[in-house]
């Protein structure tokens, strides 16, 4: 893949796709590495052959912070809104949405299932960075962005001088938009996205899948990326007026295929992601059954 001027893009196994995620490295006076989802054998091979000073997180997410474990000297930096909740895995369930589906037992029985190595690369991380200044690693200018909605805190890293933006989990892929922990949210997502076309970039790196995009493809994929969105309001709105409930709309794969669902995690964020829709369209979830909002009020 190209890179940029000191730009490096580092990808992760099977396209970038989740669990792992691309990543980007500054090859500057100041070494840096955005992200730490890539191919840990590429990782490694940049550790050794320049020495990583600092990692910058975009977001909490396991997929994009799984491999930070490799940088033990580095100092490692997240936004400052996730810092404080993404340290612990308690934390974590408060904002992924394993503690709002299922309460404490869904999280100590979610803890069993946490790989070492995600918590352990998330406990170092030991300092944030500020939204929306200029930092000068080197001589590579980058801004860290506040574009919430996917999580609260996720920020992409803009480099006006090079015309490249880092959009991370703006991936245009078919999937659509994922803001469902219990952080996500979707009106911010869709402001979030819109910002991001009126940068001043020729280019766009996602965190999966295709990975570079020219601003008139990006523009593009960002109208039938949003769009799904509205599908799935159109989805949601349907079955309600059939009569269903949340038990019986959340067992349908409106975001998951359906055969996934008995993955708890992914169960979860059916589960949440339909609440949010819910409630952009007006409806509550009153024990199991769904009503309109205005009918409570
Ligand atoms: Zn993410």
């Known amino acids: 893949m190209n890179n940029f001027g000191p730009l490096e893009i580092i990808e992760g196994p099977n396209k970038s796709k989740v669990p792992f995620s691309r990543s980007l ?54 936004n400052p809104i996730e810092y404080g909740s993404s340290l612990t895995v308690e934390g974590i369930a408060t904002i992924n949405g394993v503690y709002q589906e299922w309460g404490t037992e ?39 962005l506040h574009t919430p909605g996917h999580t609260e805190g996720l920020a992409c890293p803009y480099f006006p001088e090079l015309g490249v933006v880092f959009v991370g989990d703006y991936d245009m892929s078919s999937f659509g938009p994922w803001y469902n922990g219990t952080d996500g949210d979707i009106d911010a997502f869709i ?12 280019t766009y790196i996602t965190g999966h899948q295709k990975g570079l995009f020219s601003k008139a493809e990006f523009k593009q994929e960002m109208e039938k990326y949003l769009a799904i969105i509205d599908k799935r309001d159109e989805l949601i709105d349907k079955y309600v007026r059939q009569g269903l409930n949340f038990e019986e709309l959340t067992n349908l794969g409106i975001f998951y295929p359906k055969k ?25 979830v009153q024990n199991n059954d769904i009503v309109l909002l205005s009918a409570v009020r």
């Open 25 to 78: 490295f500054i090859n500057s006076s100041k070494k840096v590495l955005i992200d730490t989802g890539a191919d840990p054998k590429s990782l490694l091979s940049i550790q050794q052959r320049y020495g990583i000073d600092l990692v910058v997180n975009t977001h909490y997410h396991p997929d994009h912070t799984r491999h930070n474990y490799l940088f033990s000297n580095a100092e490692k930096w997240i």
């Open 106 to 144: 869904g999280v100590e029985k979610w803890k069993q299932s946490v790989p070492q190595e995600w918590m352990e690369s998330l406990g170092e991380i030991s300092g944030t960075y500020k939204y929306e200044e200029e930092y000068l690693f080197g001589d590579v200018k980058v801004h860290f």
């Open 260 to 284: 996934t669902l008995t993955n708890t995690i992914l169960k979860t964020w059916e589960r949440s992601g339909i609440r949010k829709h819910l409630q952009r369209l007006g409806y509550t």
């Open 191 to 202: 402001e979030s996205g819109k910002r991001l076309l009126n940068l001043d970039v020729h």
